[in-house]
């Protein structure tokens, strides 16, 4: 566990899809696929760590943080000019998605840059 901060992009993710999962499911009782799916692939990608995996979800997940980016700021201009409701769903939105922005991207790079197998997250015994 001595390069457990390496995990914390996948962790980050894991927690933000569970957060998302259950309030989607607890404000309308609706169940959020898309959601349950990125919870199960980071959880995956925690236990197994598999190279080509963590490069496909780290520029997914970087893209949709930068669409993201983009609809909140879309969604700014509606706001009547200078308004505090306006400026503080800026500065929520933006600070969320340049965050998993930054996860996503240290991800790619983790990944990208490793040449071997490190060892898991979870250690199975053999």
Same mark, same amino acid.
Not at 49 to 59: D, E, M, P, Q, T
């Given at each position: 566990?001595?390069?457990?901060? +390496?995990?914390? @992009?996948? +962790?980050?993710?894991?927690?933000?899809?569970?957060?998302?999962?259950?309030?989607?499911?607890?404000?309308?009782?609706? %169940?959020?696929?898309?959601? +349950? %799916?990125? =919870?199960?692939?980071? +959880?995956?990608?925690?236990?197994y760590?598999?190279?080509?995996?963590?490069? $496909?979800?780290? /520029? $997914?997940?970087?893209?949709?943080?930068?669409?993201? %980016?983009? $609809?909140?700021?879309?969604?700014?201009?509606?706001? @009547? =000019?200078a308004?505090l409701? *306006? %400026? #503080?769903?800026?500065?929520?939105?933006?600070?969320?998605?340049?965050? #998993?922005?930054?996860? =996503? *991207? /240290?991800?790619?790079?983790?990944? /990208?840059?490793?040449?071997?197998? @490190? =060892?898991?997250?979870? /250690?199975? @015994? #053999?």
């Amino acid at each position: 566990m001595k390069k457990a901060y +390496l995990f914390i @992009p996948e +962790l980050f993710f894991l927690g933000f899809a569970m957060y998302w999962f259950g309030e989607n499911l607890l404000a309308s009782g609706n %169940i959020n696929y898309f959601a +349950l %799916i990125v =919870a199960l692939v980071m +959880l995956f990608q925690l236990v197994y760590n598999k190279r080509i995996l963590g490069l $496909a979800s780290g /520029a $997914a997940l970087g893209l949709f943080s930068l669409f993201m %980016i983009l $609809a909140v700021l879309s969604e700014f201009r509606d706001f @009547p =000019a200078a308004s505090l409701d *306006g %400026i #503080s769903f800026l500065l929520t939105g933006c600070g969320i998605f340049l965050t #998993s922005g930054l996860a =996503a *991207g /240290a991800m790619v790079l983790k990944h /990208a840059l490793r040449k071997s197998q @490190p =060892a898991r997250f979870i /250690a199975f @015994p #053999s």
